[in-house]
């Protein structure tokens, strides 16, 4: 398969990756509905966490879903980051890439790196993908799965502090690249 850089090209098998339009027709889309990163936002560290206020979870997430669901009935092919991200965690060797880039000394502490390691192994990928989206708490760790260093972290940091932090902007995420034709920017 060749990936066309002229649109128009008819003579080649193509694949249409890209925006050829910003008034054309949508076709797919990725979204994230709100959930566990939501949930833990909290009028303190909103700002840190590049969120502009708390939301009422339970409103945005019927919104998001009826938002979902319009879009389908005009024949888009709505594509769900939770759901692709689990799909993801369930290939064995990608589920050790996105682990060995997260669970790293500077994001859960030196002491904590293999337990924590062990207990997000030990997840469905389900519950990986929610954890990862909606961020890792030390008090989300079973007191009895870990160490005294565990411990320690569960009892200083409280129901703020997050060994992997929560991402609330997948709900807006911004554009990091914009594709034209063949290329990205």
Known sequence: ???????????????????????????????????????????????????????????????????????????????????????????????KWILDQQVVPNEVGLGLVNEVRAYLEGLSSRQLAEYLIGGLAAYDIPEDFGSEWLRMAQQSSGITGYLLPPLPNTLYTRDTTCWIYGGVT
């Not at 128009?8 to 890209?18: D, F, H, I, K, V």
Request: proline letters at 3%.
């Open 1 to 95: 398969m060749t990936v066309a850089t002229n649109p128009s090209a008819t003579n080649q098998t193509t694949a249409s990756y890209g925006v050829h339009s910003e008034v054309g027709k949508l076709r797919k889309v990725m979204v994230c509905s709100p959930g566990l990163a939501h949930s833990r936002l909290t009028p303190s560290n909103c700002d840190d966490l590049l969120f502009d206020d708390v939301l009422w979870v339970e409103m945005a997430k019927r919104d998001h879903a009826d938002f979902a669901l319009k879009m389908r009935d005009r024949g888009i092919d709505v594509i769900e980051m939770h759901e692709m991200l689990a799909e993801t965690l369930d290939i064995a060797e990608a589920k």
